[in-house]
């Protein structure tokens, strides 16, 4: 099969693509023929050896797939040959084949397209567990919610949950083709960074009482700003540093308001095997996925993919991203 390697750490430039040996199925394993992966900013972190895990070399990176099962391990209970199907990978999504734990796949909902679906593997759920569960955001109705990168996968995602969830969703997003996209997407508000002062934005809109819980994907100064616009009791959930900067966290205004920082890491809860301590996690996961799958079903989630690359321009969908130009994800496609 083909597949985008990596054998130094580097920029996008560096892959190489192909011809390797399918990986051997192991016990509780699927085989999925790939119809399309996702690349993320995370993805170019792993290719830098810049994440927190990882891989041995080579591999082939990329954490997100959406295909058909083309094979299933005699272990497995939930799936077989010839499902439609999203998967979580530790790597390995950027090639035309990918194995994964059963537990972590799920059938793809019947009005989503492979391409659009590649969304449901890490975006939609890390967005749903941070803004759902109850040791994170936990949003109630009636509250307000304030997502930053609203126009990128996990912003765009947790835009969409948060309507669905009743809350009133104040979006920022940078330029005023990002800042329609958001609009588009269901935010009742739309803050242009690149225009606004976000803070004083949501001071306005909120008549000086702040924000209810804030999702925070970017970090930095974002993030600092942001506990300056929220309203007493409030809670603020840092799920990634796209800004780049990992923001230093002043007690002094947590003490005074009594604010919450409460962290979300969806990977901790993806259990990569049945010899991992999180797999027991698994049931809650595939909980969130089937409310996630019923959302669209539903027509309530809408999934969007900027544009489409082939297998052997993954290097050029990974440049997109770093060049901040997409709205919602970018995705491979082997067909």
């Not at 920022?172 to 997407?185: P, S």
């Not at 935010?187 to 690149?194: L, N, Q, S």
Request: with cysteine; hydrophobic share 45%; net charge neutral.
């Amino acid at each position: 099969m083909k597949a985008m390697i990596c054998r130094q750490w580097g920029g996008p430039e560096d892959l190489q693509l192909e011809d390797v040996e399918p990986a051997p199925l192991k016990p509780g394993q699927v085989r999925i023929r790939v119809r399309a992966a996702g690349v993320s900013f995370a993805t170019t972190l792993v290719i830098a050896g810049k994440y927190q895990r990882r891989p041995p070399f080579p591999f082939a990176p990329g954490t997100e797939v959406s295909g058909v099962v083309t094979e299933v391990d005699p272990a497995c209970r939930r799936l077989k040959v010839g499902d439609e199907v999203v998967a979580v990978l530790d790597w390995g999504g950027l090639a035309e084949e990918a194995v994964a734990h059963e537990v972590n796949v799920f059938q793809k909902p019947k009005n989503l397209g492979f391409v659009e679906a590649i969304q449901l593997a890490i975006s939609y759920p890390t967005s749903a567990g941070a803004l759902t569960w109850p040791m994170a955001l936990d949003v109630q109705k009636g509250q307000t919610l304030l997502v930053h990168a609203a126009a990128g996968g996990v912003g765009m995602a947790a835009v969409e949950i948060g309507k669905i969830l009743g809350a009133t969703v104040i979006a920022t997003a940078g330029g005023a083709r990002k800042a329609a996209f958001a609009k588009a997407h269901g935010a009742d508000h739309v803050i242009d960074y690149a225009a606004a002062d976000f803070r004083e934005g949501v001071l306005r809109l909120t008549n000086g009482r702040g924000v209810d819980r804030v999702y925070d994907p970017v970090g930095g100064d974002v993030f600092a700003q942001s506990l300056r616009c929220m309203a007493v009791e409030g809670r603020i959930c840092p799920i990634g540093f796209a800004g780049g900067t990992i923001p230093q966290v002043p007690a002094n205004i947590l003490l005074v308001k009594t604010i919450a920082v409460m962290g979300f890491n969806y990977g901790y809860y993806v259990g990569w095997s049945p010899h991992d301590a999180r797999f027991e996690e698994a049931s809650r996961t595939f909980a969130l996925m089937e409310r996630i799958r019923g959302w669209c079903e539903a027509g309530l989630c809408r999934p969007h993919v900027d544009r489409t690359f082939r297998l052997d321009q993954a290097a050029d969908a990974m440049r997109a991203l770093l060049e901040r130009s997409v709205t919602g994800r970018v995705a491979i496609v082997m067909d």
